[in-house]
């Protein structure tokens, strides 16, 4: 399954993210790896992003596998 987020923030040293699940003020997911195909200056807070959940009933298992303005 993939989720629109907006970044809220990114490590670029650990290559982690915590992003805001779109149509939810309270669902944040933090230390979210980041596809290393994304540069980190890419990754800039209040972006788009798409989260890609390998298992829809863990959110600790997903990844962001694209962002866009």
């Not at 040293?13 to 309270?26: D, E, H, K, N, R």
């Not at 540069?39 to 298992?55: C, H, P, Q």
Request: net charge neutral; hydrophobic share 50%; no cysteine.
């Amino acid at each position: 399954m993939i989720k629109k987020g907006i970044l809220k923030s990114f490590d670029s040293g650990t290559y982690l993210a915590t992003v805001q699940i779109a149509g939810s003020l309270s669902v944040w997911l933090e230390n979210i790896p980041v596809s290393r195909a994304i540069a980190a200056s890419e990754m800039t807070t209040g972006r788009s992003v798409a989260v890609l959940f390998l298992d829809p009933s863990n959110f600790s298992d997903a990844v962001v596998i694209a962002v866009w303005p």
